[in-house]
């Protein structure tokens, strides 16, 4: 295939990702209902339930400008062969092969971050602000940006040069290399997230002894879960809205509540929402999303293996010569017919182990704490009650809240 054919492969891509996206988009925007859905009458009034369309709405069409600015962008950029020309730039700086691409990445990534910026400012200032989420002040913002600029160039710049040495120096075979180099850093993140790279954007303070921890700690030692670590991190910096995650492998496990989750809740919802939690380790899905990932990250470097030193790739984006980094978003592109159907069976999964969890919570612990629990967190973030079956399908990592509450009330039941 030459490299004008690619270029017209590229473009037809990029139109089809978002016709595909704007489409399921548009289907979720017309299946919200001006009614409360029978099961939750009663956790919203009129007033609540209106300004939860109102936000879904406003997110939904902020999406449609940001999608459609982004692809236009896009196709600008392919059209008019611009990678090319940030290509032949970068290369009149640098010599270095390796440093040539660190570069080209730092210029592209700097480049969009600041087209993106009013975006972002937009988002957070103007439609979180608006709905009582925003709690973010502008010097937050502008510390997040800079920290993220610093991690990016320490984190991608250590990680980038590994990658881009084991391509130039190994050739083909680079990709098994890739594989364990990737894999010993997904393993690193899971490990050390929360002592590492967490603390640099937010404060953890351990549980303060008191009724709290002690249920938890009960419900822990009743289900044979080594807990040792238990924080809660200060979310209301930045958002109103709750959550809580675990993290970690081995000793390095940790719980963490969101402040507003604790502020929000009842001890037993905040148990039950834990229990929902250790859930996921007990079900194993933490080691079961680790392996699935490494096994999608063989499949794509593989597949990587066998473009990345094509010539009409690098003419497709506008470059006069192979370009490895030019190659890499060509290859991100033609890579994302098999990204969106992994994208879409690892939803699958999730949701499958979403409902797992809640089994397990309701089992080992109680399901009514959990089912106010979980009502509490849609009518706090002003969530959609009644997203369409497609965007749900194709986006969902979580089931949707009416979804959960049914299979619990059906647990209850037998």
Do not use: C
Request: glycine residues 6%; neutral net charge.
């Amino acid at each position: 295939m030459y490299a004008t054919d690619l270029l017209y492969l590229i473009i037809g891509l990029v139109l089809f990702d978002y016709v595909i996206d704007q489409s399921l988009s548009f289907l979720n925007y017309k299946s919200s209902k001006n009614e409360v859905p029978d099961k939750l009458k009663g956790l919203y009034n009129e007033e609540e339930y209106q300004k939860s369309q109102k936000y879904q709405s406003a997110r939904t069409r902020f999406g449609f400008i940001t999608s459609l600015f982004s692809t236009a962008l896009t196709l600008v950029v392919l059209s008019f062969g611009l990678f090319g020309v940030v290509d032949g730039m970068v290369s009149s700086w640098v010599s270095d092969p390796i440093i040539q691409s660190l570069v080209y990445f730092g210029v592209l990534f700097l480049l969009s971050d600041m087209i993106n910026l009013p975006f972002s400012y937009y988002s957070t200032f103007v439609i979180e602000e608006k709905f009582g989420f925003n709690k973010t002040t502008l010097k937050t913002f502008v510390l997040d940006k800079i920290k993220g600029y610093v991690l990016a160039i320490v984190m991608g710049g250590i990680l980038g040069y590994a990658l881009l040495w084991l391509i130039n120096e190994l050739g083909a075979n680079f990709w098994i290399y890739a594989l364990v180099l990737i894999t010993s850093f997904m393993l690193f993140m899971n490990v050390f997230y929360t002592s590492l790279i967490l603390p640099l954007f937010n404060k953890l303070t351990p549980l303060e002894d008191g009724e709290l921890k002690s249920k938890i700690q009960k419900y822990a030692e009743s289900v044979a879960f080594p807990l040792t670590s238990i924080y809660v991190i200060d979310g209301s910096k930045r958002s109103s809205k709750a959550n809580a995650f675990f993290s970690g492998l081995g000793r390095k496990k940790k719980i963490v509540l969101y402040d507003t989750l604790i502020n929000d809740h009842s001890e037993e919802e905040l148990v039950a929402v834990l229990a929902h939690e250790v859930g996921h380790f007990k079900k194993k899905h933490i080691i079961q999303g680790l392996v699935l990932g490494v096994i999608q990250m063989a499949i794509t470097l593989f597949i990587l293996s066998l473009f990345i030193f094509n010539l009409d790739l690098s003419e497709a984006l506008g470059a006069d010569r192979l370009a490895i980094h030019i190659n890499l978003i060509a290859f991100g592109i033609l890579y994302s017919p098999i990204s969106r159907l992994t994208g879409l069976l690892m939803n699958v999964l999730s949701r499958k182990n979403e409902f797992e969890a809640d089994a397990f919570a309701s089992t080992t612990y109680d399901a009514k704490p959990l089912m106010a629990a979980l009502k509490k967190l849609s009518v706090s973030s002003l969530s959609n009650l009644t997203p369409h079956p497609a965007f749900v399908f194709m986006n969902y990592s979580h089931p949707p809240l009416l979804q959960r509450l049914n299979a619990m009330e059906a647990y209850l039941k037998n």
